[in-house]
């Protein structure tokens, strides 16, 4: 545990380039017309960091802490995506406490 490795070593989406666990969904969501209807959407903070560290592999996890800059770039992509997927219409919101939103 705590080996380095190299960005690309993690396992993207299909068509979105960030964690699997989180464009599995999102990649869902955005194709469907139903995401035309919603205004705002939530993703929980933990979620999404167990995404990001789920898409490394098991045998050689790298060390968090080693690697916050590309979570915190994760994030910033994912909220670009849902912005530019639905233009105009749909506000991001990261949550991190019940009463905290980004």
Request: hydrophobic fraction near 40%.
């Amino acid at each position: 545990m705590g080996g380095e490795l190299p960005a690309d070593a993690r396992v993207f989406g299909e068509t979105l380039s960030i964690s699997v666990g989180t464009a599995i969904p999102l990649e869902q969501l955005l194709t469907t017309e139903m995401a035309k209807g919603y205004t705002h959407l939530y993703m929980n903070m933990r979620t999404l960091y167990r995404n990001f560290h789920g898409s490394f592999p098991r045998d050689n996890l790298p060390v968090l802490s080693k690697y916050v800059g590309l979570f915190v770039e994760e994030i910033m992509m994912i909220k670009a995506i849902v912005s530019e997927s639905i233009p105009g219409k749909l506000q991001t919101g990261i949550l991190f406490t019940d009463s905290q939103i980004i």
